[in-house]
């Protein structure tokens, strides 16, 4: 089942803007992931940000978590044509530290040149 | 390149056929999960094996079975295929179990005839 679910599901802007992707999950966390996927290929660990951390930063990607609202928001700056990719949310439960990982469904970002 | 490997990249076999799909997670990772990447259930967790002890399932199919070896790598082995098996396949290794980054391998892409 889904935990983490994305929005907007998809999202184009011109390139050198700035994509923010929203992520909404269901039970406490342990910790909540991004990760990267370019058409069909293997995923790309972003950012790791733990459930007592508000916000964290790295380069151009900005991460922020409200565990009161269960929700994560991912802001890419100064987007380019090589930042076009599908975008996960992936979430780590609390008391499932042996699990694996519960993912959304993604949002599809398009930069477009 | 996240350091974790899997063979083949593809693999096309016909229906009621067995296969085996193979990973070699990051050097020093001890844990291991593997995840269904398919268009209507998006990406799913399987099973994770944590130092070559079964450590926790997730929506993996009787037949569908896993192992990791001495050496760490890992088999995931796929029986009685059927049309609905076609998916990516995803490894993922990580330090330790849970609560830290998981880094993906490029997939195996499976089509079942």
């Known amino acids: 089942s889904q935990q983490g679910e994305e929005d907007p599901q998809a999202l184009s802007i011109q390139e050198g803007e700035n994509a923010t992707m929203n992520c909404s999950y269901k039970t406490s966390i342990n910790n909540l992931q991004w990760y990267r996927q370019n058409s069909g290929r293997g995923l790309v660990h972003l950012i790791l940000?733990?459930?007592?951390?508000r916000e964290k930063h790295s380069g151009r990607l900005r991460v922020t978590l409200d565990t009161s609202k269960k929700s994560s928001s991912l802001l890419i700056t100064a987007s380019r044509a090589a930042d076009t990719a599908s975008y996960f949310c992936a979430t780590d439960a609390i008391g499932g530290g042996a699990d694996g990982l519960t993912f959304g469904k993604g949002t599809h970002l398009i930069i477009q040149p | 390149d996240s350091g974790v490997t899997q063979t083949p990249k593809h693999l096309i076999t016909a229906t009621g056929q067995r296969v085996t799909l193979r990973c070699s997670p990051r050097?020093?990772?001890?844990?291991v999960y593997w995840y269904q990447q398919s268009l209507d259930q998006g990406l799913q967790f399987l099973i994770q094996?944590?130092?070559?002890?079964?450590?926790a399932k997730g929506n993996i199919l009787e037949r569908f079975s896993a192992q990791q070896f001495p050496d760490l790598h890992s088999e995931l082995n796929l029986s009685s295929l059927e049309l609905g098996d076609s998916a990516l396949y995803f490894c993922a290794s990580s330090q330790t179990s849970g609560y830290n980054e998981q880094f993906f391998g490029p997939g195996t892409r499976l089509t079942v005839l």
């Open positions: 094996y944590y130092n070559g002890e079964e450590r």
């Open positions: 940000i733990r459930s007592n951390e």
């Open positions: 050097s020093g990772d001890l844990s």
